[in-house]
């Protein structure tokens, strides 16, 4: 797990979250995020954005599951 300064490591001791952060290692791209939130984006290993979405998502739903573990399987 990353070691977070400042609010954001305050805020998940506050909240006594115990996952895994991920920081950017350099500035995030405009057209990855635009305008929209939330958004997600989908990287594949090399960092290439291979999907973009707008607007909320319901993880839980199969074919989503099913989408994204096709997506990792192939990259």
């Known amino acids: 797990m990353w070691t977070l300064n400042g609010k954001s490591g305050a805020f998940m001791q506050a909240n006594n979250y115990d996952v895994l952060v991920y920081v950017p ?3 995030i791209p405009s057209d ?3 305008g929209a939130i939330p958004i997600t984006v ?3 290993k090399s960092g290439v954005m291979i999907a973009r979405m707008e607007d ?3 993880y839980t739903n199969p074919e989503i599951l099913r ?3 096709e ?3 192939s990259n």
């Open 25 to 27: 290692a350099r500035t």
């Open 32 to 34: 990855f995020l635009g």
């Open 42 to 44: 989908v990287l594949d």
């Open 56 to 58: 909320g998502r319901d």
């Open 67 to 69: 989408a994204l573990n």
């Open 71 to 73: 997506l990792g399987e």
